[in-house]
């Protein structure tokens, strides 16, 4: 029997990439909307490209704090245009965005 999903609407992964688009062969550490920030690399660069998580992957992987954040924000419970979460310096272990408090959803 499969267990309660937190945050079930959260439900994309992204596979590591290199800053050239080739993947790293890293397993996704989080699940994220869609629309993510922790992607974007700046001047419209997005690496990796969304992909919906298996249920395995729902059920193992935590929700990207930034996207839950998001969501809370805005009353719809969608994400507004993406670009809300995105204010942190690059995370020196994943290079993913971090917050403006400087920890790394990613690696926490």
């Not at 729902?58 to 809300?84: D, F, H, V």
Request: aromatic share 4%; net charge neutral; charged share 25%.
């Amino acid at each position: 029997m499969a267990g309660t999903v937190e945050h079930p609407d959260i439900k994309y992964v992204v596979y590591p990439v290199r800053l050239d688009g080739t993947p790293t062969g890293e397993k996704p550490r989080l699940r994220h909307d869609p629309d993510c920030p922790h992607f974007e690399w700046g001047d419209g660069i997005v690496l990796g490209t969304p992909e919906p998580a298996t249920e395995d992957q729902m059920q193992t992987l935590r929700a990207c704090k930034t996207c839950i954040g998001t969501r809370r924000a805005s009353r719809g419970g969608g994400r507004p245009n993406g670009k809300a979460g995105r204010t942190g310096e690059l995370c020196p272990t994943c290079n993913q965005t971090m917050s403006l408090t400087g920890a790394c959803d990613n690696c926490a």
